[in-house]
């Protein structure tokens, strides 16, 4: 299979501007795409070099700042046209067509975040350039909302939203599960070890800290029972603690396994379509 999609037939250029902007959740990559892509990562990385070049004990050479600032309003400014293409192609959806189709479209969760990957800083940019403040810190952050943009150019993140969507009822019913571990291990460390040692298992608040560590499988080590029944209780709360990563471990496993199938039961249903309504048109179909 090809790395880059060839364009389909369109009746006119819009479609074909749709065409790029909305790669075949099947197929493979346009050159557009691959650039959306290689401009998340390089913002990405330009993010954590303005955060490291920005502090007065940095060992990077003082004019990178200028340099990363100006490859971040570049950024800024295509996914700003992209966006701007992209709306005014949404025009072919017949969903997204006139002013009801466009707001289904604004309030689209993508869409919101495609909005605050470039928006407000490009609106800094544009009435505030010189601004300055511990609130562009924040204002930087939201550049992690170009995440998500990766989520409709790269199929693998459709493959994983897919999977935690068919996970996701076994997932909330295994969260309480562990919240339920984790209160109850609070409560046995607060009552076996809430005098001996105050200042960790004092309260059951205090404990709870311990209890998601130890749960975890974490270990960080800065709190631990001293008493021997405190200990007999921390080693059943550790052996408990491998149910909480199995279950969503195993939960996941199956859920990514099932996504996995369905789509290869819809990407040759699609070819098998695609195939007949070739040889019903008298053309010959593609070799696989």
């Keep these: 299979m090809a790395l880059f999609a060839k364009m389909r037939r369109h009746d006119s250029a819009r479609g074909y501007v749709h065409d790029w902007l909305e790669p075949d959740e099947y197929g493979p990559f346009n050159y557009l795409s691959a650039l959306i892509v290689l401009l998340v990562v390089i913002s990405l990385g330009s993010l954590a070099l303005e955060t490291e070049a920005a502090r007065a004990d940095t060992g990077l050479d003082p004019g990178l700042l200028p340099v990363v600032a100006k490859i971040n309003e570049w950024v800024v400014y295509i996914f700003a046209f ?20 466009r707001l289904r ?31 562009l810190a924040a204002l930087r952050a939201l550049r992690l909302f170009r995440l998500f943009k990766l989520a409709r150019y790269v199929p693998a993140f ?109 990407r040759l249903a699609r070819a098998l379509e695609e195939a007949s309504k070739q040889k019903s048109e008298g053309e010959e179909p593609p070799l696989a």
């Design 82 to 101: 992209e966006f701007a293409v992209r709306f005014w192609a949404e025009g072919e959806n017949p969903h997204h067509r006139g002013l009801v189709g």
């Design 158 to 266: 459709a493959i994983v939203g897919g999977a935690f969507r068919r996970a996701g009822g076994p997932l909330i019913a295994s969260l309480c599960v562990a919240a339920a571990q984790v209160y109850v291990a609070a409560l046995l460390l607060y009552f076996i070890e809430g005098d001996t040692k105050p200042e960790q298992f004092g309260s059951i608040m205090r404990a709870l800290w311990w209890a998601i560590v130890t749960l975890t499988t974490v270990g960080y080590g800065d709190v631990y029972p001293e008493t021997p029944w405190g200990r007999v209780a921390a080693g059943l709360v550790a052996v408990a603690g491998i149910g909480i990563v199995a279950m969503p471990t195993g939960i996941l496993a199956s859920a990514f396994n099932d996504e996995f199938r369905a789509r290869d039961e819809k």
């Design 105 to 135: 479209f604004l309030a689209q969760p993508l869409t919101i975040a495609d909005l605050l990957a470039f928006l407000p800083e490009l609106i800094i940019m544009m009435y505030v350039p010189h601004a300055s403040g511990p609130w």
